[in-house]
Nanobody
């Protein structure tokens, strides 16, 4: 069992930056691909970014490429999402996700393969 707890959300103005964190419990964090999804009101949950178990490969949705950076610290059992140049359309609840897989990340993470979800953290970007 892995528990994921996100933090770092908040209300910011367009153009600002935020860093989300997701702390994982358990001793097998390094065996998981970690990802971030988001869900805006009235919309489906969408993939944002993923990082391989080693941190050696990453993937981003086109909408955040160049603005968001995912990273992980396997000693601290934490995955991060650094977000810069935030836009109003980035407003959503951001969810951390874990998929037990020790392979490279070569594409988007599907919600159907996620083994564990966090509870979500709200990011609101005002104009």
């Amino acid at each position: 069992q892995v528990q994921l707890v996100e933090s770092g959300g908040g209300v910011v103005q367009a153009g600002a930056s935020l860093r989300l964190s997701c702390a994982a419990s358990g001793h097998t964090f390094s065996m998981y691909v970690m990802g971030w999804f988001r869900q805006a009101p009235g919309k489906e949950r969408e993939f944002v970014s993923a990082i391989s178990w080693s941190g050696g490969s990453t993937h981003y949705a086109d909408s955040v490429k160049g603005r968001f950076t995912i990273s992980r610290d396997n000693v601290k059992n934490t995955v991060y999402l650094q977000m810069i140049s935030l836009k109003t359309e980035d407003t959503a609840v951001y969810y951390c996700a874990a998929e037990r897989r020790m392979t490279r990340v070569t594409g988007p993470m599907s919600p159907s393969v996620v083994d564990y979800w966090g509870q979500g953290t709200q990011v609101t970007v005002s104009s």
